[in-house]
């Protein structure tokens, strides 16, 4: 009978271990997911930044271009592209909504 207790104890206090260490897991899991939706955020933010720069420094280079008095139809057939991908950009958004 004693045998039988004490490995009936052992096996509960095995039982009591691996529960604590699910938990633990688990929580450790869940700070990993946060953190990874932080990361994916923080990765979108800096993607739209970027974007937002580059197009940004388009439009710096083409004053800079307009600045320097160059080839005046050539700057207009820029601008002219540029106002053709914008206007493309908001009729597949609008075809999207």
């Not at 207790?5 to 271990?17: H, M």
């Amino acid at each position: 009978m004693f045998d039988f207790e004490t490995s009936v104890t052992g096996i509960e206090f095995k039982v009591r271990q691996l529960a604590d260490e699910v938990t633990r897991l688990r929580s450790l899991v869940s700070q990993q997911e946060d953190e990874c939706r932080e990361l994916k955020e923080a990765l979108k933010n800096k993607d739209i930044l970027i974007n937002s720069l580059n197009e940004e420094n388009k439009i710096i280079k083409l004053g800079n271009r307009l600045s320097e008095k160059n080839d005046s139809a050539e700057i207009k057939l820029k601008i002219n592209q540029m106002i053709r991908a914008i206007d493309r950009s908001l009729e597949t958004l609008k075809t999207n909504s």
